[in-house]
């Protein structure tokens, strides 16, 4: 069995951890929003419908960004239904989804709600059948003081969000009000540009590709930020990771395809900067990204336009939280791009929490444990790890590195935190050189192996992290087995002298 060897220095600096990456994302979708976050009756709810209980999942995930309200969804959305008395608001039909939304939801619940969650809000405008007046509108309601006619009907404090996207997928064909490159970046650099008269604060995300794999894909991105690149702060990615051909060591291998894809966007958004003599780089807002069951056939019995139908409700197995895990690692080992990440969605749509309908419990899925993980120990600087060490074959992407892997380092707090996935059938045994951090004492190594164990309603805990002996440490170095295929986190504490 050939070992893998992997050397952590703190000189090895990727950049700071930004709180950003652990973002997620809540739709008008099926029933992320009516049935998840928001469910009045429910016996966890309060007075105005939030569910408690999807309240402190969301809390113990560690989510510190959440995007709203889409998706495909806001495209079509007239963000003022959504506001002012509920028993007046409209019921509309949604086209994105083929359903009714009745708009007992809108901005105001959805910033109580993300007020009680401790997560900052990450808005949407409609690019698609709407433009710079209804963005503006809609900025001025959230962000103005006060003394005009939106600002006042918001009544209260100003919302004061920072985070703002130029609408949504804006290259995909089913995208409401789809459009080409340049039609799409003349209207959100002139959105940009107005929105900033406004609110000179708001950080602005101009659409990138909704996959690595569009036709489009890298010329979309250039088009669009030849026009934008000044007035904007990040370029959208989306990638989501289907396991339903069954092709596993494909599916564990999902993160070469997002490392690819983050690569290409900034070297693309580089070249546009260099043309344009910008000296300043532009970030990334990975703001969707998961493993999605796309393929698989929708219900075919499933009646048209009601409201809030279950849809998109994958159960996960561990072997998807392995990958999530995977690509959170991914996330970090470009912390020096990306600088805001969303997992989609929340609740109930390919989701980490998952909710029974009528009045029932919610849940864990299998991926809300490597998130809530990785959320919680990835604080501080992240260092590079370039493993040294076995690769094997994969369909999809060929020849991949058996082991992927990224350290967290807590100067302040003393801690090393280090993420790796065995991606890979055999177990693997890890030489670790803990290089510049001699004085290390191991203190934990949890792991989630690879299989097929989904968590249910009636079985809420058949995946879990498990623990195994922390590696014993010394004078810096230390040997791990990771089983494979498994993903695991390993942390380390400063000896005490
Ligand atoms: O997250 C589900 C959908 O996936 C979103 O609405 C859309 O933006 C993407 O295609």
Redesign the pocket.
């Known amino acids: 069995m050939q070992t893998t060897t992997i050397v952590i220095d703190p000189a090895f600096r990727i950049g700071e951890a930004d709180r950003r990456l652990f973002g997620s994302?809540v739709?008008h979708?099926g029933r992320c929003v009516y049935g998840g976050v928001f469910e009045p009756g429910h016996p966890a709810a309060d007075a105005t419908g939030l569910r408690g209980d999807v309240l402190a999942l969301t809390r113990e995930l560690g989510v510190t960004v959440v995007r709203y309200p889409?998706?495909?969804?806001?495209s079509g959305y007239r963000w003022e239904d959504g506001v002012g008395p509920v028993a007046e608001r409209p019921r509309r039909l949604d086209l994105?989804?083929k359903t009714i939304e009745t708009n007992a939801f809108g901005l105001d619940e959805f910033m109580t709600w993300a007020r009680l969650a401790g997560v900052e809000p990450m808005m949407a405008v409609n690019l698609g059948t709407r433009g710079v007046q209804e963005a503006c509108d809609l900025l001025e309601y959230a962000n103005h003081p006060g003394g005009t006619a939106l600002s006042d009907r918001r009544g209260g404090d100003p919302y004061g969000i920072r985070l703002w996207c130029l609408g949504?997928?804006m290259d995909?064909p089913?995208?409401i009000g789809h459009k080409t490159a340049a039609e799409y970046g003349r209207l959100a650099a002139e959105t940009a540009r107005a929105m900033k008269l406004i609110d000179p604060s708001v950080s602005l995300v101009a659409c990138g590709s909704?996959?690595r794999g569009m036709p489009t894909f890298a010329a979309w991105e250039a088009t669009v930020l030849e026009h934008t690149y000044e007035h904007v702060d990040y370029i959208s990615a989306?990638a989501?990771y289907d396991p339903t051909d069954g092709d596993r060591p494909s599916l564990l291998a999902s993160a070469v395809d997002m490392d690819l894809f983050i690569t290409d966007v900034a070297a693309t958004a580089d070249h546009v900067a260099a043309r344009l003599r910008i000296p300043r780089r532009l970030k990334i807002a990975f703001d969707?990204w998961?493993v999605?069951y796309m393929s698989r056939p929708a219900d075919p019995d499933r009646p048209g336009w009601t409201t809030a139908p279950p849809l998109?409700e994958d159960d996960y197995t561990a072997t998807d939280a392995v990958v999530v895990g995977d690509l959170l690692i991914t996330l970090l080992r470009h912390a020096d791009r990306v600088g805001v990440a969303c997992q989609?969605?929340l609740a109930n749509?390919?989701a980490p929490i998952r909710t029974a309908p009528g009045g029932g419990p919610a849940w864990r899925q299998t991926i809300f444990h490597p998130f809530a993980l990785t959320a919680a120990h990835a604080r501080g600087t992240v260092l590079r790890v370039e493993p040294t060490g076995p690769s094997h074959d994969t369909r999809r992407y060929g020849e991949v590195p058996s082991l992927s892997a990224v350290a967290v380092h807590d100067e302040e707090r003393g801690e090393l935190t280090l993420f790796a996935v065995n991606r890979s059938d055999t177990d693997l045994p890890v030489d670790v050189d803990l290089r510049g951090l001699p004085a290390m004492r191991a203190v934990e190594h949890l792991t989630i192996a690879a299989g097929d164990a989904v968590n249910t309603a009636d079985s809420p805990e058949a995946v879990t992290p498990t623990s195994r002996p922390a590696p014993p440490t010394d004078a810096g170095r230390c040997t791990l087995h990771l089983p494979g295929p498994s993903w695991n986190v390993i942390r380390w504490s400063m000896e005490k002298m």
């Not at 889409?70 to 806001?74: E, I, K």
């Open positions: 994302f739709e979708l889409g998706g495909n969804f806001v994105a989804w949504n997928e995909g089913w995208q909704s996959g989306h989501y969707e998961n999605w998109l989609a969605q749509v390919i």
